[in-house]
Nanobody
Framework: QVQLVESGGGLVQAGGSLRLSCAAS????????MGWFRQAPGKEREIVAA????????YYADSVKGRFTISRDNAKNTVYLQMNSLKPEDTAVYFC??????WGRGAEKYDYWGQGTQVTVSS
């Protein structure tokens, strides 16, 4: 069982930056694939980025490549999402998720979810 708590969301102007954090409970964090997803009003939840358990491989949605960076610190049981050059279309609730086995984009395959943190980018 893993419990996830996101933080770091807020209101930022276009072009600005935010760093999201996701703190995980449990001793097995280092064995989990971690993902960041987002959901805007009226839209489906979509993957933003994912990182393997060791941090050796990452995945980014095309819409955020070159602007966002996912990283993790297994000693601190925390995964991060550094978001730079933010755009109004990045406005959404951002969720972190964990999977013990799945590496991919499918939200339905991730077993554990945080409560989400709101990111609002003003133009």
């Amino acid at each position: 069982q893993v419990q996830l708590v996101e933080s770091g969301g807020g209101l930022v102007q276009a072009g600005g930056s935010l760093r999201l954090s996701c703190a995980a409970s449990g001793r097995t964090f280092s064995s989990y694939v971690m993902g960041w997803f987002r959901q805007a009003p009226g839209k489906e939840r979509e993957i933003v980025a994912a990182i393997t358990s060791s941090g050796g491989n990452t995945y980014y949605a095309d819409s955020v490549k070159g602007r966002f960076t996912i990283s993790r610190d297994n000693a601190k049981n925390t995964v991060y999402l550094q978001m730079n050059s933010l755009k109004p279309e990045d406005t959404a609730v951002y969720f972190c998720a964990a999977s013990p086995t799945y590496w991919g984009r499918g939200a339905e395959k991730y077993d554990y979810w945080g409560q989400g943190t709101q990111v609002t980018v003003s133009s």
